[in-house]
């Protein structure tokens, strides 16, 4: 087979460090499809990629299916040779034993909820609890607090439509302690709403319980309280340490008299892994370092600015999480009679006609609004809304297709739950799947219409649920139904992830069916893609015997294989 370019070690003018110069028109285009870090050279078929591990691997399996001319043979040999790693002892982990909850904890606890709640005791307190989404968190949690006597009075913080769930699971769990630490069996600890950014007194409660975005207005309130507990839930919520709430629970969390800190979530990271720092430097400070240390140690800035850890560093990070603050279960590792979870990517047909046009007047508003901004602000708000509108361009294209697939479903008797992001798309899957009377969760609901919407889906009085992929992504169950449909994708795979397990969770019976709808036509494909990439970097921090390096590297591969074929013989 005939060489397709050139292979040579040189020395970047630019950067001053030792890279790969890869030439000729095939070996640029299969480089660019396979390595993320590449920059190009003098000409218009020439590439420089940096001189790294990674980088070698990939090139090495590109020569394995194309043969490149290598003009540094010495080099090429001493750094493609495979190197012989001494293998680790694997990181030990204290067992976990079967804890007994405290006697203030009504009710019983799952082997592995048991498992959970020793976990907290040792660690005591201060952890990020990370069970796959539907293991009880929430109940391991409350389980913990009423086995440590100094743990009351209790601040939690949580996304504002859950707040109500967590009224209802401190009064269903527990038990009234009084004073004098006497148990009160018929009782249960006092809790209050905070709803209102009024600055007044909050009075004496057992559980304060206020939502992430209220927090700061009154955190003068809540200083004063002698917290003694500050519980996170979705502590993905504070993965931005620049944010007014991160600052705010920083300094709740960070006051003398706090004992214990408690992070909730099945998705603690959403995009990328350096997320995980803030998270941690709430729960448990100095464990991770500076974040400055933290990013040297573990992590590259890609071209956006953004840390990405290392793919050679995330799983001993993941060791070191674990080790210490982190306790990560999946449904399949404890729930051995929950049902598997399955996901399709389903292609439908889209009105490519009404798509493009929409797509130039968003590109035509889009250079006019970035012509007339005076601030870097306004250029990029104006692009952020010029993303959404082609989101929902997208998902209207595609619409009436996405109604068929729902309706051919609904045929078999079972009950579906269709996801989607735009309140227009809401709107219109309403209008257009009303035959069968469907339940709504929508961003505005009050708790009262919302837990209604719940109910009777659950109850089976409508067998549609229409979910909004923020508003109806936490804090429900949705057990009743098997089917999930994705009538439009979000830009991160976090949520996607918690949308899947409102059904897959304890209480479902079934094999759960998760469809991705993708317009042939539209950027969704795009979008998918991104969400693969950010999925891979997730998993391997989150979880052990994910995908492999090389298996994600060759399915790259065989797409650029296939974009190779059809180049050349056109």
Same mark, same amino acid.
């Given at each position: 087979m005939k060489n397709i370019g050139t292979l040579e070690y040189v020395l970047d003018k630019y950067s001053g460090t030792w890279t790969w110069k890869i030439t000729g028109d095939r070996a640029v285009f299969m480089v660019s499809k396979i390595i993320p870090k590449v920059w190009y050279g003098d000409g218009p078929n020439e590439v420089i990629v940096p001189d790294d591990e990674s980088t070698v691997k990939q090139i090495k399996m590109i020569l394995e299916r194309y043969p490149m001319e290598?003009? &540094?043979? &010495?080099?090429?040999?001493?750094? &493609? &040779?495979?190197?012989?790693?001494?293998k680790q002892k694997p990181v030990k982990i204290e067992k976990l034993s079967k804890a007994k909850p405290g006697k203030q904890f009504r009710g019983n606890l799952l082997n592995f909820q048991k498992e959970g709640l020793d976990f907290l005791l040792k660690s005591t307190g201060n952890a990020l609890l990370a069970d796959d989404m539907g293991l009880g968190k929430t109940v391991q949690t409350l389980a913990y607090i009423a086995s440590e006597k100094q743990s009351l009075p209790v601040l939690v913080v949580a996304p504002l439509v859950t707040l109500k769930n967590w009224q209802r699971e401190i009064i269903r769990f527990m038990k009234k302690r009084s004073k004098n630490g006497r148990i009160i069996e018929d009782d249960a600890p006092t809790t209050t709403l905070i709803r209102t950014g009024k600055n007044e007194p909050l009075g004496d409660f057992d559980f304060y319980i206020i939502n992430y975005e209220l927090l700061k207005k009154r955190l003068d309130d809540i200083s004063r309280l002698k917290i003694r507990t500050v519980i996170c839930d979705e502590v993905q919520h504070l993965r931005s340490k620049t944010t007014q709430? %991160?600052?705010?629970? #920083?300094?709740?969390? +960070?006051?003398?008299?706090? =004992?214990?800190?408690i992070g909730l979530s099945g998705t603690p990271i959403y995009n990328h892994g350096s997320e995980i720092w803030p998270i941690v430097d709430i729960l448990k400070? +100095?464990?991770? +370092?500076?974040?400055?240390?933290?990013?040297? %140690?573990?992590? %590259?800035? =890609?071209? #956006?600015?953004?840390?990405?850890?290392?793919? =050679?560093?995330?799983?001993?990070?993941r060791h070191e999480l674990q080790k210490h603050i982190m306790l990560r279960r999946k449904k399949s590792d404890v729930l051995k009679e929950l049902k598997d979870k399955v996901r399709h990517k389903e292609y439908v047909d889209a009105d490519v006609d009404y798509y493009k046009n929409e797509l130039n007047k968003i590109w035509h508003k889009l250079e006019q609004e970035q012509q007339n901004a005076e601030t870097e602000f306004a250029k990029s708000a104006s692009y952020q809304r010029a993303i959404q509108s082609e989101r929902q361009a997208a998902g209207i294209a595609k619409l009436h297709h996405v109604v068929d697939f729902v309706k051919n479903t609904m045929e078999i008797e079972e009950s579906v739950v269709v996801f989607c992001h735009h309140k227009m798309i809401h709107t219109l899957l309403h209008e257009k799947l009303g035959e069968f009377n469907p339940a709504s969760i929508i961003g505005g609901q009050t708790d009262n219409v919302r837990q209604n919407n719940i109910d009777n889906f659950q109850e089976g009085k409508t067998k549609l649920m229409i979910a909004g992929l923020r508003a109806g992504n936490v804090g429900i169950n949705l057990t009743t139904a098997k089917y999930v449909i994705f009538a439009e994708l979000d830009w991160s795979p976090a949520i996607h992830r918690q949308a899947e397990d409102r059904l897959h969770r304890i209480g479902q019976k079934n094999t759960v069916f998760a469809y991705y709808l993708i317009g042939n036509g539209t950027l969704d494909d795009h979008v998918g893609d991104i969400l693969v990439d950010k999925e891979y970097e997730i998993d391997t921090i989150m979880d052990a015997g994910t995908e492999s390096f090389e298996n994600k590297e060759k399915s790259k591969l065989i797409l650029a294989q296939i974009h190779d074929k059809i180049r050349t013989k056109n």
């Open positions: 290598i003009l &540094s043979k &010495s080099v090429w040999q001493r750094k &493609s &040779s495979p190197v012989l790693i001494k709430k %991160y600052t705010a629970i #920083k300094k709740i969390a +960070g006051l003398d008299i706090v =004992n214990y800190r400070p +100095g464990f991770l +370092g500076s974040f400055k240390e933290f990013c040297e %140690y573990f992590c %590259y800035m =890609n071209e #956006k600015g953004r840390a990405i850890v290392l793919e =050679n560093k995330r799983e001993s990070l």
